[in-house]
């Protein structure tokens, strides 16, 4: 039985890759930061819980060290880009120089132990900024706009260092991705809950910011097999996960209302500018074709699917 370590395993990406490795039959270690140890409910009794902090390196090593993983996916850090700018200290600790901590212990477990160890990391779309390319591809130049964009680019270029090392290191450049799993503090699900509460009169308005951002969106379990696939791989790299579709955050919004039902919605969206970004991507376009070539993966669900599917869920939360 192979044996993974997942940072971030209580996250959305984190609780369907925990869901895609246990139905294969891989025995899964999960990092649990200590303030929510006793707490969590979320991880499957089958998952292995280990207490440990991103911000403790030597502890961090030394459970790596024991568990002695075939495999590590870093899915965990600061993983909202308005909760960087509030926090750019303790983004790049978290989001940048963990990886770091995580790459040598994935190292010296397989010099150790004579086997491989392969090591996917979660990376982003906002490494490249508001790039002039559209669509991006893995060829396209590295300019981060945001504290997560620049710690999630120090950590992509850490996995290439190690990859030339000799270690299977490889990045999965994640674009939005989105399901009823998404914490309500993103934007995408801040949309689908306030529609919901809108449709069952809990609620009159939403308030947003800039409307007019473009993003690429697709189905987050998608990308989660998309990781799995690249963990799979023969040989390590890094891979462009995106449709290929973008859309306006004004888009995201009028999906939601008319999969609540309600087809006239201007008059409940309050815009506020205390919600826009200091410095924010306009569009953000990826090609996946480099991952559709070399590991068969696609998007299988689109864009108004994703929409409605959350709304969907948070009519019955509401419901409940």
Same mark, same amino acid.
């Given at each position: 039985m192979?044996?993974?370590?997942i940072t971030g395993a209580t996250g959305?990406? &984190?609780?369907? $890759?925990?869901?895609?490795? +246990?139905?294969?039959?891989?025995?899964?270690?999960?990092?649990?930061?200590?303030?929510?140890?006793?707490?969590?409910?979320?991880?499957? +009794?089958?998952? %292995?819980?280990?207490? +440990?902090? $991103?911000?403790d390196?030597? +502890?961090?090593?030394?459970?790596?060290?024991d568990v002695?993983?075939?495999?590590?996916?870093?899915?965990?850090?600061?993983?909202?880009?308005?909760?960087?700018?509030?926090?750019?200290?303790?983004?790049a600790r978290l989001t940048g120089l963990a990886v770091g901590t995580l790459l040598e212990g994935a190292w010296r477990v397989q010099n150790r132990t004579g086997r491989q160890v392969r090591f996917v990391q979660a990376s982003s779309s906002e490494i490249f900024g508001d790039s002039a390319?559209?669509?991006?591809?893995?060829?396209?130049?590295?300019?981060?706009?945001?504290?997560?964009?620049?710690?999630?680019?120090?950590?992509?270029? $850490?996995?290439?260092? =190690?990859?030339?090392?000799?270690?299977?290191?490889?990045?999965?450049? $994640? =674009?939005?991705?989105?399901?009823?799993?998404?914490?309500?503090?993103?934007?995408t699900r801040k949309i689908t809950s306030g529609v919901a509460r809108i449709a069952a009169g809990r609620a009159s308005t939403i308030s947003l910011g800039n409307l007019a951002a473009e993003r690429d969106w697709g189905w987050a379990p998608d990308y989660v097999d998309a990781l799995v696939r690249i963990m799979s791989a023969e040989r390590p790299d890094d891979f462009i996960i995106a449709t290929g579709v973008a859309?306006?955050?004004?888009?995201?919004?009028?999906?939601?209302?008319?999969?609540?039902?309600?087809?006239?919605w201007e008059g409940l969206v309050e815009i506020d500018e205390r919600f826009n970004r200091p410095v924010d991507a306009?569009?953000?376009? &990826?090609?996946?074709?480099?991952?559709?070539?070399?590991?068969?993966?696609?998007? %299988?669900?689109?864009?108004?699917t994703v929409v409605s599917r959350m709304v969907a869920h948070d009519l019955e939360v509401v419901a409940r």
């Amino acid at each position: 039985m192979p044996s993974a370590f997942i940072t971030g395993a209580t996250g959305q990406d &984190g609780s369907y $890759l925990v869901d895609e490795l +246990g139905s294969a039959g891989w025995d899964v270690h999960a990092l649990v930061r200590k303030e929510s140890f006793e707490q969590e409910q979320s991880i499957p +009794g089958w998952v %292995t819980p280990h207490l +440990g902090d $991103l911000l403790d390196p030597a +502890g961090l090593a030394r459970l790596i060290d024991d568990v002695e993983p075939d495999a590590i996916f870093n899915l965990a850090g600061i993983t909202s880009v308005a909760q960087s700018w509030e926090y750019p200290d303790l983004t790049a600790r978290l989001t940048g120089l963990a990886v770091g901590t995580l790459l040598e212990g994935a190292w010296r477990v397989q010099n150790r132990t004579g086997r491989q160890v392969r090591f996917v990391q979660a990376s982003s779309s906002e490494i490249f900024g508001d790039s002039a390319d559209s669509p991006q591809t893995e060829q396209t130049a590295i300019r981060p706009v945001s504290p997560y964009g620049a710690a999630k680019a120090y950590a992509h270029h $850490l996995v290439n260092v =190690y990859r030339a090392r000799g270690l299977f290191a490889a990045s999965g450049i $994640l =674009y939005n991705h989105e399901s009823p799993r998404r914490p309500t503090s993103f934007v995408t699900r801040k949309i689908t809950s306030g529609v919901a509460r809108i449709a069952a009169g809990r609620a009159s308005t939403i308030s947003l910011g800039n409307l007019a951002a473009e993003r690429d969106w697709g189905w987050a379990p998608d990308y989660v097999d998309a990781l799995v696939r690249i963990m799979s791989a023969e040989r390590p790299d890094d891979f462009i996960i995106a449709t290929g579709v973008a859309h306006s955050v004004r888009d995201f919004v009028d999906a939601a209302f008319r999969a609540a039902g309600i087809d006239n919605w201007e008059g409940l969206v309050e815009i506020d500018e205390r919600f826009n970004r200091p410095v924010d991507a306009t569009k953000m376009l &990826g090609d996946s074709s480099h991952a559709n070539a070399v590991l068969g993966w696609e998007p %299988t669900v689109e864009f108004d699917t994703v929409v409605s599917r959350m709304v969907a869920h948070d009519l019955e939360v509401v419901a409940r």
